[in-house]
């Protein structure tokens, strides 16, 4: 069983979990972790890894999930900035220095200087500081839908590539298992040589057969392998450490529900229901700019010193900018123009999301037909040939022509039905991405599959 430690919690999160994956821990950043380590510690697994355990895993550990999670940070360090006053402003000014009076044509005194001691606080008007906060809390909010998407994109891209490993895994068993089915034959062909009874071109013919079955399973590993490290890299592994993979591939598929059961849950997709505050955000970013249309008070309170005379007095004043010329009509249109925009990237998006499912479906549809019909017609039939032929072959009724005809079918059926089984449950895997949700309801969170 895999142990993985807990992350630090921040509280209520600004944008709720999609409910595909809801209850499987992410990375996010501590309160107090004000920078990420440089070379973070990484948990690699060994012996048997689950698909749950992978995908924990990477939500934990992936390190463009953590870029995303920083981001979220960044932008709720924004909102504290946005909420602070300006601060004040001190002046000192000194006056008369170095001035002389000229009276009658001629030199007197040097004039005294005069010391200012000015203490100014710019006053802001229009709301500005309330308008400024709004948009960077609806900034962070985008940020956490980003976060959100990415969350989901890498649960996806973590079930891919552990259907990867486990058909990889699958196909080597597989291979391994027909490999000892043409040894066997080929070992009755000899037999048959040895006998005479049939010519040695056919125990040649067997030899071929045999080498290349191993040439298949000798390259079946190799593709095992590297499916292992594109698995572990999803964790921030560098070269995988755990034996093998855990999973029922050839577990009965999931009815396939009706295209419109599937658009109905569409509105779940994260980069669609992003765009309610993303239309939002826009419209605060309006009343940023409307607000500055409001010129800003300057208040100015402060201290003199008349030396020449050894008095005081105080001083006090005020500012405000004329709008005559710049009532920020360029930033608001800008600003109203960006907000239209919003309405068209969120029906752009709507449409690519639809067209996004439609494939997906097409694919699953497709997988799923093949699967059922190779399960429950072609594998039968083609494991069920081979024998017949195999055992006739043995008994003289069959030439080995007709044995290596039927076994080729047979390796063809089993890589054929395992394909298709790894596409299925990986047109699967994009369908809930794209509906953020398991495919059936009261499935599990991890994938809806197991």
Not at 16 to 32: E, H, S
Not at 46 to 51: A, E
Not at 346 to 362: C, G, H
Request: aromatic fraction near 6%.
């Amino acid at each position: 069983m895999l142990l993985v430690p807990a992350r630090h919690a921040r509280g209520q999160e600004p944008v709720p979990k999609r409910p595909l994956g809801q209850d499987i821990p992410v990375y996010v950043p501590a309160v107090d972790e004000l920078q990420p380590r440089e070379a973070p510690s990484i948990q690699n697994p060994t012996g048997t890894v689950s698909l749950r355990d992978a995908v924990t895993l990477a939500l934990l550990q992936n390190p463009a999930l953590a870029a995303f999670a920083w981001e979220t940070r960044a932008r709720e360090a924004r909102i504290l900035q946005a909420g602070r006053p300006p601060n004040p402003a001190v002046s000192v000014l000194l006056e008369d220095l170095g001035a002389r009076q000229f009276a009658g044509g001629g030199l007197n005194e040097p004039i005294q200087p005069q010391t200012t001691i000015q203490l100014s606080q710019l006053i802001e008007l229009g709301g500005k500081r309330a308008a400024r906060e709004r948009l960077a809390t609806l900034n962070r909010d985008l940020a956490a839908w980003d976060y959100e998407a990415a969350r989901i994109d890498v649960l996806t891209e973590v079930t891919r590539a552990f259907t990867d490993v486990l058909a990889a895994q699958e196909s080597v068993t597989q291979i391994e298992r027909t490999t000892r089915l043409v040894e066997d034959v080929q070992q009755s062909v000899g037999l048959r040589v040895v006998a005479g009874v049939v010519s040695p071109i056919e125990e040649t013919r067997a030899g071929v057969a045999a080498a290349s079955v191993r040439v298949e399973l000798a390259r079946a590993r190799r593709v095992l392998e590297a499916s292992r490290a594109r698995l572990a890299l999803l964790w921030g592994g560098s070269t995988p450490a755990f034996t093998a993979v855990e999973g029922n591939l050839q577990r009965d598929p999931a009815p396939l529900l009706p295209f419109s059961a599937l658009t109905a849950k569409i509105e779940q997709n994260p980069e669609l229901a992003r765009w309610a505050a993303e239309i939002v955000q826009r419209e605060a970013a309006v009343a940023v700019e409307r607000s500055k249309a409001v010129p800003d008070v300057s208040l100015i309170a402060g201290y003199r010193r008349f030396t020449e005379v050894d008095a005081n007095a105080f001083v006090v004043g005020a500012s405000i900018s004329l709008p005559f010329f710049d009532r920020n009509r360029g930033g608001v249109q800008e600003a109203q123009s960006r907000m239209a925009k919003a309405f068209e990237e969120r029906r752009a998006a709507e449409s690519r999301v639809t067209a996004a499912l439609a494939d997906a479906y097409a694919a699953l549809a497709s997988a799923y037909d093949e699967v059922t019909t190779l399960r429950s017609a072609v594998l039968p039939g083609s494991q069920q040939a081979f024998e017949a032929v195999s055992e006739g072959y043995r008994l003289g009724r069959f030439g080995y022509l007709d044995v290596l005809e039927s076994q080729r079918t047979l390796i063809g059926a089993g890589s054929q039905y395992l394909r298709a089984l790894s596409d299925y449950h990986k047109a699967v895997a994009n369908v809930e991405r794209l509906i953020g949700a398991p495919l059936l309801d009261g499935a599990s969170p991890t994938t809806g599959r197991e």
